[in-house]
């Protein structure tokens, strides 16, 4: 394999003999051609990284994100408008919905300025990199007047040549393996990261209920699709006795509740009503921990009755298995409920699993029953909450007030567990006191210190 190299080194050099004293034979070597500058080599290929590193997929993500905030406003606009037409009812409704209206289109100006200006970003960036290619192919053109020996190409030929080989040896070509390991059967592809809160509003009572939960349910009843869901912990900030309902978003944010209260029972707390904040709508019905149980109470909406599941002897509960933020821990968040793709899950820890994350399916049905169980190596302190997408356990812990980060993940399909997942959420509010995944339109839901947050999950 060297040979080729050598015979055409020889032919570029002159070779001089000089006949000298006969037991003596000096070479005189003459490089009749410039050296091979490969300095400049190096530069080029530095360069051509760089141009890489710049067009990453993280602008294009950018765009992306801004689109898709476009895309649920506008909507959003259009249905707000016409609920004002509709249910015009009062001035002072009418007042308060017009600001609704001009707020979002505020939002959307701003969002528009945002893709204005990322798109033109990246319109500069498109074009100086088009130049940078231009120049690194000119480079390219003159370093290859410099390879007369062709050494490169028969290098990448023989290369070429060798994996050829390689695979007809092993009898196949090799499948490229993916980076990461696919991350559950998701339909929408893999979690890859969060937008900017795309819902932030205190809703009916600004400032008054500092824990809570609210959402969408997964699986609504016929006409009940847009309809939202509040539960404040109205009762020492630890218990409620009803859920609120909003007919849409924008009710919610105006603060029009028409469906009112579906209550639970009349006195807070009592047997079966709701402790802490981390609960979930789902089919009509609400699961949540029961008052003073280490069990998951499920509140049928439409009968008004409740069904109770026992979890596994050993279950902490009564502010025992908290989440925590570096600090505090946040109390009575010992069970965590929540909605994916697939239905109903708890999220919990036992005595016998040192206070590590435990992870059961809820099966669906008439009975109230848990399915599968997993066990996890995360700590519940280190945690701040959890959420559940594509059958995949996503926990999230404190950064800074401004900053919680999606560090973990237990894949459910693969019993695989990642401690680097680094998807960063910007909040609104230092403390996320619940949060959910919708599966219909892919939002995380958050209750933040009286503070309602969303954010658009972005799959691959
Ligand atoms: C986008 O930004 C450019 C430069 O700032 C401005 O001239 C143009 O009017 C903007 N377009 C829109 C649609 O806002
Ligand atoms: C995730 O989204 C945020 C906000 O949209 C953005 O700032 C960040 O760069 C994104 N991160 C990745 C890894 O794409
Ligand atoms: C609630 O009760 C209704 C009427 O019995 C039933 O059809 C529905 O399946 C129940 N919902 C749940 C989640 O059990
Ligand atoms: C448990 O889940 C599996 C898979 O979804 C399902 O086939 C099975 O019927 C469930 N079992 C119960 C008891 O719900
Ligand atoms: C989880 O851990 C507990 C306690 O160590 C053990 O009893 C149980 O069998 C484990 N469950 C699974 C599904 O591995």
């Not at 016409?82 to 209206?101: H, K, N, P």
Request: charged fraction near 20%.
């Amino acid at each position: 394999m060297k040979l080729y190299v050598i015979i055409p080194l020889c032919a570029l050099f002159t070779l001089t003999q000089q006949a000298s004293p006969p037991d003596k034979c000096v070479c005189e070597l003459t490089n009749s051609k410039k050296a091979f500058p490969h300095d400049k080599l190096s530069t080029v290929e530095s360069d051509a990284a760089k141009c890489n590193s710049n067009i990453t997929p993280q602008k294009t993500l950018e765009l992306e994100s801004l689109l898709l905030g476009l895309e649920r406003r506008l909507p959003q606009l259009e249905e707000d408008v016409s609920m004002l037409e509709r249910e015009d009812d009062g001035e002072l409704y009418a007042v308060i919905s017009l600001q609704v209206i001009e707020n979002e289109l505020l939002e959307i100006k701003q969002l528009m300025d945002r893709l204005n200006s990322t798109a033109l970003g990246y319109e500069r960036l498109t074009a100086d990199t088009t130049k940078q290619l231009e120049d690194l192919g000119a480079e390219m053109q003159e370093l290859n007047s410099y390879d007369t020996m062709e050494v490169v190409k028969r290098q990448q030929d023989n290369q070429r040549l060798k994996r050829d080989l390689d695979n007809c040896r092993t009898g196949f070509p090799p499948i490229p393996q993916p980076t990461k390991p696919p991350h559950g059967n998701c339909p929408h592809g893999q979690f890859v990261n969060v937008t900017g809160p795309r819902v932030f509003t205190q809703g009916e009572y600004p400032g008054s209920y500092k824990y809570g939960a609210w959402g969408r349910d997964p699986k609504p009843e016929a006409g009940k699709e847009n309809w939202h869901w509040l539960v404040i912990l109205t009762s020492s900030n630890i218990y409620s006795n009803y859920v609120r309902r909003y007919s849409s978003l924008s009710a919610l944010i105006v603060g029009v509740s028409v469906p009112g209260n579906v209550l639970i029972h009349s006195s807070n707390p009592t047997t079966n009503t709701i402790q802490g904040p981390n609960v979930v709508l789902y089919g009509e019905a609400l699961y949540y921990n029961c008052y003073n149980k280490g069990a998951v109470c499920r509140f049928n909406l439409t009968t008004k009755t409740i069904r109770e599941l026992k979890l596994p002897e050993g279950t902490r509960f009564n502010s025992k298995g908290n989440f925590c933020n570096l600090d505090a821990c946040y109390p009575y968040t010992d069970l965590d409920l929540a909605t994916d793709e697939s239905g109903v899950w708890v999220i919990y820890t036992t005595s016998q699993d040192f206070g590590n994350l435990v992870l059961s399916k809820v099966s669906d049905g008439e009975a109230l029953a848990l399915n599968q169980t997993w066990n996890t190596s995360v700590y519940k302190q280190a945690v701040t909450n959890t959420f559940m997408a594509c059958g995949v356990l996503y926990a999230t812990r404190y950064v800074s007030k401004d900053v919680e980060e999606i560090f973990y993940s237990f894949d459910t399909t693969t019993e695989l567990e990642r401690f680097d997942v680094g998807i960063f959420i910007n909040k609104m509010s230092p403390n996320i006191h619940s949060l959910n995944y919708s599966p219909v339109d892919q939002m995380l839901h958050a209750y933040c210190d009286s503070y309602m947050v969303s954010y658009k999950v972005l799959f691959q």
